[in-house]
């Protein structure tokens, strides 16, 4: 691995934690209110992040544009996010604060969080449920009329705001109507079933982008003084994972192809509570919300290979393992802890289903309690949706969950303000890597979607313009002309292979080689087979990809193709990044670094520092860069709930 390594300057402030944005607010430049109307920005992605971030920035007079691969920004995977969203209010008067918030997902995310990003998110999250009640977003209510709060994993306190099971969509609609009320006014153009394929850069900054209009199959360019890309994570990279089949990570990786740092790939997240694996027929696995670890408790039978229906096993030969290592938490752990130990069990012969992957999450015991009814009200859609995808009626019989992959910590480089090492280039939501360290707590990436964008980036942004100056450019730029035909050039490339396998075969084999070699347990030996199998697939797709139809009109197997080909390129780099880090630390589990409890093992000593990937060049070794964790205010320990 190469040793030249730069050491990266986050732009944190200085000072108090709690008074760090606000200083640094007042700190930053702004640009008067009819200057605003002189300066243009594009917004690549319209899900929470980036529909709130146009519509803000809009609001305040700037020139927005944005783009989304959907038929409707409505469409965006934010929908698909079901359980909360994380606000320190303190409703239930139960001990909740700021600093308690701030707290938890430090820890939560194994001390590999920036620590001023994370307070800034916990400070402003109050405002969030503020500014989406006004919006009409119908949260759960008390029979007062107060907003209702439950409770998540790696909190021992109630501050998740919920909409039943379909947070994610209200939310959404709410950021949607601001942006939508916009476009009507005329300060944003939007632009659908446009993607991404190439980042502009002109003198050193971010100023435009190549979509292909995934209609016609034709090229557009576009400038503007800033470019946002807020396009959510990678995790389709296993092929099988929750995203929606048309999440990618295509935005991002042509960024860190033109030189955008991509930090921390290895950290991506399992979800422990997802509807288990049924066939090689399946394209994606079904969420079932962490709000449902509330009320359902975790169990699997205390003998191995019990066949007998749930139901017929006594109490006391069931083994509820959550609530016995972890009394303090109990089935409320976070994601990683939970999603390693449901694993465990399968792995020591514990597990249930025909396949022995899957464990149970049993509501009897809260139907007993609480009563149909109120159970209903709390879960009903979530219910429905495992019955009508199951056939199995979770008020009557136990769930069957297992892990599976979810979200990524890991994305491109930002600084405090969001912006990545590209001047003008700023990474909003999943698609940065700031705020969540090695394990994301649930409830917390709605939170940060919308904190960066309605209440980070209009100010970070406007400081970007007020202290640079822009030349006057035009979309025959030679910088656009050459991006222009790279692009064409790629998915010509891809057309003209007319190979034998189709783009998925080469995607589920990637996806099998990532899940058991850079899954839920890595080391060495797995993470240099996984490095020399990708390669092997990628040599394979670039021989024998059969890509059907023309670039001309609608062709989603162009699409895909041109997607897969990035995926093979970070699987790479993920296992490359996972090889290096040799520690453990939340949802990054080296199988070589470990309590004796069986518990992530961390090595500060060496690795508490952010890793940062340059690109080289086509099969060229990467730099790896880092930045320096320092934790002034939340003491290094090692993690537990117990």
């Given at each position: 691995m190469t040793n030249q390594i730069k050491k990266l300057d986050g732009k944190v402030p200085a000072g108090p934690i709690q008074d760090r944005w606000k200083n640094h607010k007042f700190n930053m430049k702004i640009v008067n209110a009819a200057n605003k109307r002189k300066y243009s920005v594009i917004v690549v992605g319209t899900g929470l992040a980036g529909a709130s971030a146009a519509a803000s920035l809009a609001e305040l007079g700037y020139n927005v544009t944005t783009f989304c691969i959907q038929d409707s920004p409505r469409r965006a995977h934010s929908i698909a996010a079901q359980g909360g969203i994380n606000a320190a209010k303190n409703y239930p008067n139960d001990g909740d604060s700021i600093y308690r918030l701030f707290y938890d997902t430090v820890k939560g995310g194994d001390y590999r969080a920036r620590e001023s990003n994370v307070y800034r998110l916990a400070e402003v999250a109050n405002n969030i449920?503020?500014?989406?009640?006004?919006?009409?977003?119908?949260?759960?209510?008390?029979?007062?009329?107060?907003?209702?709060?439950?409770?998540?994993?790696?909190?021992?306190?109630?501050?998740?705001?919920?909409?039943?099971?379909?947070?994610?969509?209200?939310?959404?609609?709410?950021?949607?109507?601001?942006?939508?009320?916009?476009?009507?006014?005329?300060?944003?153009?939007?632009?659908?079933?446009?993607?991404?394929?190439?980042?502009?850069?002109?003198?050193?900054?971010?100023?435009?982008?190549?979509?292909?209009?995934?209609?016609?199959?034709?090229?557009?360019?576009?400038?503007?003084?800033?470019?946002?890309?807020?396009?959510?994570?990678?995790?389709?990279?296993f092929y099988l994972s929750t995203n929606a089949k048309a999440s990618n990570a295509s935005a991002a990786y042509r960024a860190y192809k033109k030189g955008a740092y991509f930090a921390n790939p290895c950290f991506t997240q399992i979800h422990p509570t997802c509807i288990p694996v049924s066939g090689d027929h399946q394209s994606k696995l079904t969420l079932m919300s962490e709000s449902l670890r509330n009320d359902g408790r975790v169990w699997v039978p205390k003998k191995k290979g019990d066949t007998r229906k749930p139901q017929d096993i006594p109490e006391e030969e069931r083994d509820y393992y959550l609530e016995r290592i972890y009394p303090s938490f109990g089935n409320l752990v976070p994601r990683d802890v939970a999603s390693r130990n449901a694993k465990n069990q399968c792995d020591a012969g514990f597990g249930v289903s025909n396949t022995g992957k899957a464990v149970y999450l049993d509501f009897a015991a809260a139907i007993k309690r609480d009563g149909h009814d109120k159970i209903k009200a709390k879960y009903g859609n979530l219910f429905d949706m495992y019955q009508r995808i199951t056939d199995a009626d979770p008020y009557k019989t136990p769930m069957m969950i297992y892990p599976a992959i979810h979200y990524t910590m890991g994305g491109l480089w930002v600084d405090y303000n969001l912006m990545s090492n590209i001047p003008g280039l700023f990474v909003l939501g999943e698609a940065n890597?700031?705020?969540?360290?090695?394990?994301?707590?649930?409830?917390?990436?709605?939170?940060?979607?919308?904190?960066?964008?309605?209440?980070?980036?209009?100010?970070?942004?406007?400081?970007?313009?007020?202290?640079?100056?822009?030349?006057?450019?035009?979309?025959?730029?030679?910088?656009?002309?050459?991006?222009?035909?790279?692009?064409?050039?790629?998915?010509?490339?891809?057309?003209?292979?007319?190979?034998?396998?189709?783009?998925?075969?080469?995607?589920?084999?990637?996806?099998?080689?990532?899940?058991?070699?850079?899954?839920?347990?890595?080391?060495?030996?797995?993470?240099?087979?996984?490095?020399?199998?990708?390669?092997?697939i990628r040599a394979d797709f670039w021989k024998n990809v059969k890509v059907t139809g023309t670039n001309v009109d609608v062709n989603t197997e162009l699409e895909k193709a041109g997607r897969v080909a990035d995926f093979l390129e970070l699987g790479e780099l993920m296992a490359k990044d996972a090889l290096v880090r040799k520690e453990s630390c939340g949802g990054h589990f080296r199988e070589e670094s470990q309590t004796e409890e069986g518990e992530a093992k961390r090595d500060d000593s060496n690795f508490c520092h952010v890793a940062a990937w340059e690109y080289q060049g086509e099969n060229a070794e990467p730099l790896r860069h880092i930045e320096e964790l320092q934790f002034e205010f939340v003491k290094l320990t090692q993690r537990s709930y117990k």
């Open positions: 449920i503020d500014q989406c009640v006004a919006q009409g977003v119908p949260f759960a209510r008390e029979y007062g009329g107060t907003l209702s709060n439950r409770s998540f994993g790696g909190a021992q306190v109630s501050r998740t705001f919920y909409a039943r099971g379909q947070t994610g969509q209200q939310l959404l609609l709410g950021a949607y109507s601001a942006m939508m009320k916009e476009i009507n006014n005329g300060k944003i153009k939007s632009y659908t079933r446009r993607e991404m394929v190439e980042l502009v850069i002109v003198e050193g900054k971010a100023r435009g982008i190549i979509v292909r209009n995934l209609i016609t199959g034709e090229f557009e360019k576009y400038m503007a003084d800033a470019v946002l890309i807020a396009t959510g994570g990678y995790g389709n990279v890597f700031s705020d969540h360290g090695a394990n994301r707590l649930g409830a917390s990436a709605l939170m940060q979607g919308l904190a960066d964008g309605y209440f980070v980036i209009p100010y970070t942004l406007g400081n970007y313009f007020a202290t640079e100056k822009f030349e006057k450019i035009d979309t025959n730029h030679p910088e656009f002309e050459k991006a222009f035909s790279t692009s064409k050039e790629r998915f010509n490339k891809l057309l003209a292979v007319n190979g034998t396998k189709t783009v998925d075969e080469f995607h589920k084999e990637l996806g099998l080689v990532m899940w058991d070699n850079v899954g839920m347990g890595r080391n060495e030996q797995g993470l240099q087979t996984a490095i020399k199998r990708i390669q092997e």
